[in-house]
C-alpha cells in the first residue's frame, strides 16, 4: 500500500500557483519524498525528490515540513500543460527503487 | 538522448494466450523495471532487472516473467492471459550507480485481454 496520502483532485487557474499537499506521517528518517506526474496517454515523468530541505528546480518547488510528515509540491505558474495527475511517493535512495504509486492528485489548470 | 520506447502501443488478446512486450532503455540506462497500470489506479511495480538479472519483484504471479538483454532492452512476457491483465504495461529505465538517478517511463503499452 501507498505510505502518502494526497487528495484525489484540486483545480488551480493559469498563470496561478498550483500547490499540491502530500501527507506521509510513517515516513522514516532514510526516507525521501518524491514526486511524479502522469499527463494523459503519457508514462510518470520524475519531477522532484528531497530529504528534509526545501528544493527547487526548473519545475517547481519541493516544501517538506520540520517534521517531514508532509510535503507540498508547488507549479510557480501553472499551465494548461501541467494538467496531470500528480503522484506523492516515499522511498528508501539507493535501494530496490520500487516505486508505490497511490491514487495521487488529478490537477485540472482551468483557462 | 534517446528515451524509453515500447512497443507495440496496443494490443488485443483472448484470454489463455501469451504476449510479450518490448521495451527500449534510455540511452545510458543500465536498469529496467515494469509496471502495471490499471484504469483509474496508480502504476504497479512488477519487476526490475539489472545485469540481466530480476533484482525485485512486486505481487504477481510467475505468470509473469520478464527479460533484460546484454544492450539493456527487455521484455515482459505473461502467460495464461486473464481479463484482469488488461491494463497499461509501463517500462522504465534508469541508470544504478552508487548514487541516484530518476526513473524515466515509456509512454507504455495498452494491452486488452477478451
Known amino acids: 500500500d501507498a505510505k502518502t496520502t494526497q487528495p484525489p483532485s484540486m483545480d488551480c487557474a493559469e498563470g496561478r500557483a498550483a500547490n499540491l499537499p502530500c501527507n506521509h506521517s510513517t515516513i522514516s528518517g532514510n526516507e525521501y519524498v518524491y514526486w511524479y506526474r502522469q499527463i494523459h496517454s503519457q508514462g510518470p515523468q520524475y519531477i522532484i525528490h528531497?530529504?528534509?530541505n526545501n528544493e527547487t528546480n526548473e519545475m517547481a518547488s519541493l516544501i517538506i515540513t520540520e517534521d517531514r510528515k508532509s510535503s507540498t509540491l508547488i507549479l510557480p505558474h501553472a499551465t494548461l500543460r501541467d494538467t496531470a495527475v500528480y503522484y506523492c511517493i516515499v522511498l528508501v535512495q539507493g535501494g530496490s527503487e520500487k516505486l508505490v504509486f497511490g491514487k495521487g492528485t488529478k490537477l485540472t489548470v482551468n483557462p | 538522448e534517446t528515451g524509453v520506447t515500447q512497443s507495440p502501443t496496443h494490443l488485443i488478446k483472448t484470454r489463455g494466450q501469451q504476449v510479450t512486450l518490448r521495451c527500449s532503455s534510455q540511452?545510458?540506462?543500465?536498469?529496467v523495471s515494469w509496471y502495471q497500470q490499471a484504469l483509474g489506479q496508480g502504476p504497479q511495480f512488477i519487476f526490475q532487472y539489472y545485469r540481466e538479472e530480476e533484482n525485485g519483484r512486486g505481487n504477481f504471479p510467475p505468470r509473469f516473467s520478464g527479460l533484460q538483454f546484454p544492450n539493456y532492452s527487455s521484455e515482459l512476457n505473461v502467460n495464461a492471459l486473464e481479463l484482469d491483465d488488461s491494463a497499461l504495461y509501463l517500462c522504465?529505465?534508469?541508470?544504478?550507480?552508487?548514487?541516484?538517478?530518476?526513473?524515466?517511463f515509456g509512454n507504455g503499452t495498452r494491452l486488452t485481454v477478451t
Open positions: 540511452s545510458g540506462h543500465n536498469t
Open positions: 528531497g530529504l528534509k
Open positions: 522504465a529505465s534508469s541508470f544504478r550507480t552508487g548514487g541516484w538517478s530518476p526513473l524515466h
